[in-house]
């Protein structure tokens, strides 16, 4: 691999890696598969373009008002739709299965909003795009800030998630939720509180994503499948598994475009999905 496709390839899982860390938090810990997951990361890029078009922000600015936002909205849906789910299926396994149908109906209805919304096209905004020059690889400045902001997010989540109370509790749901009352854990509270970050990771991440390439409303089935992909091969709730996997991806995507054709990429990344489930269901890094 030469050292420009590293360079593009580490710049590449960077974003993924903090896009895949919302998802990891809203399965490992509340067992919600969202498949409208991706949806919310395209709806943090449109919030990101429309308050940096509107008001002539930066958008980091935009970050105070869009990550909040979603947290707000992922904790009230997790309330009004997931919760219920939660209480009708206790004891009988079924949550898994009944958030992946009411999750499958919320992408279309949250992709019907934004194409109604913003329409099917590309939307995209210029921002910080002097080139940067690495090792004879030159990369936009904005994209370089965007990866470089989401690992030092998805290391200090981990460290967050180590070392604090809040991180204990979650780390105990996941592991052990029948056992987590017994110490004093209300199991529904850590639940929406990680389904209500995962969500606003998510925007964060589509506002980092929005920084350096255009988007459309279509593009957030691409992104679920590529953070289902990294979940799988870091491992089920294993944020450092979730970290070495986006950056792993981020690298063979960058190697199959280089060698290749950039065509292949989306095919390499369903192969990777089927390769692991078959051969290591439990993730590469546990």
């Given at each position: 691999?030469?050292?420009?496709?590293?360079?593009?390839?580490?710049?590449?899982?960077?974003?993924?890696?903090?896009?895949?860390?919302?998802l990891t938090i809203q399965?490992?810990?509340?067992?919600?598969?969202n498949l409208a997951y991706?949806?919310?990361?395209?709806?943090?890029?449109?919030?990101?373009?429309?308050i940096v078009t509107a008001f002539g922000l930066n958008p980091f600015v935009a970050l105070i008002v869009v990550v909040p936002a979603a947290y707000a909205v992922s904790y009230l849906l997790y309330a009004v739709v997931m919760q219920p789910l939660e209480r009708r299926s206790r004891g009988s396994g079924r949550l898994e299965v009944d958030s992946i149908l009411v999750t499958f109906g919320l992408m279309f209805l949250f992709q019907g909003l934004l194409?109604?919304?913003?329409?099917?096209?590309?939307?995209?905004y210029s921002w910080f795009e002097a080139p940067v020059d690495i090792f004879g690889t030159k990369i936009a400045a904005s994209r370089l800030i965007g990866a470089g902001l989401a690992i030092a997010i998805g290391a200090?989540?981990?460290?967050?998630?180590?070392?604090?109370?809040?991180?204990?509790a979650m780390r105990a749901v996941a592991t052990r939720p029948a056992d987590a009352p017994l110490v004093g854990i209300n199991s529904i509270v850590v639940a929406r509180s990680a389904f209500a970050t995962g969500g606003a990771l998510a925007a964060l991440g589509g506002a980092i994503l929005s920084m350096s390439q255009p988007f459309t409303p279509t593009d957030g089935v691409f992104l679920t499948m590529k953070a289902l992909v990294i979940i799988i091969m870091g491992g089920v709730g294993n944020l450092a598994g979730a970290?070495?996997?986006?950056?792993?991806?981020?690298?063979?995507?960058?190697?199959?475009?280089?060698?290749?054709?950039?065509?292949?990429t989306l095919a390499v990344t369903y192969a990777i999905f089927l390769a692991v489930l078959l051969w290591r269901p439990q993730g590469l890094f546990r």
């Open positions: 691999m030469s050292l420009s496709t590293l360079v593009i390839g580490l710049v590449l899982g960077g974003t993924y890696a903090l896009i895949a860390l919302g399965y490992g810990v509340a067992r919600i598969m991706g949806e919310l990361v395209i709806a943090g890029s449109f919030a990101t373009y429309l194409v109604l919304g913003f329409g099917s096209g590309f939307t995209g200090a989540l981990y460290l967050v998630m180590q070392k604090t109370r809040w991180g204990m970290l070495a996997a986006g950056l792993m991806l981020g690298l063979i995507e960058a190697g199959v475009a280089a060698a290749f054709d950039p065509g292949l």
